[in-house]
Nanobody
Framework: VQLVESGGGLVQPGGSLRLSCAASGFAFSSYAMSWYRQAPGKERELVAKRPSAGGSTYYADSVKGRFIISRDNTKNMVYLQMSSLKPEDTAVYYC??????????WGQGTQVTVSS
């Protein structure tokens, strides 16, 4: 099982980035896919979650209207489009795949820094 994030980097406030997560080794379409982030000195928090099929997409209040999570089950990819970025969005962003409480996989993370 692998989850590999990419797309992080340094961006100015108000800018945009798109994070990607490439998944392999499991039945991707059957898993809920999420993005989490962890800022220095803070706990890891859920940013956005896209269920496997149907259901509602979840966004943390802090990113609603600015971030969009999407998935492509044909490519085993999940994305996080981030717009209007703020310094407080600075964190390591992690991709997660879960199948209820039975299976739970994490990527290694990608750094996003929002600074002028």
């Amino acid at each position: 099982v692998q989850l590999v994030e990419s797309g992080g980097g340094l961006v100015q406030p108000g800018g945009s980035l798109r994070l990607s997560c490439a998944a392999s080794g499991f039945a991707f379409s059957s898993y809920a896919m999420s993005w989490y982030r962890q800022a220095p000195g803070k706990e890891r928090e859920l940013v956005a979650k896209r269920p496997s099929a149907g259901g509602s997409t979840y966004y943390a209040d802090s990113v609603k209207g600015r971030f969009i999570i999407s998935r492509d089950n044909t490519k085993n990819m999940v994305y996080l489009q981030m717009s209007s970025l703020k310094p407080e969005d600075t964190a390591v962003y992690y991709c997660r795949a879960d199948w209820g409480t039975a299976y739970d996989y994490w990527g290694q993370g990608t750094q996003v820094t929002v600074s002028s």
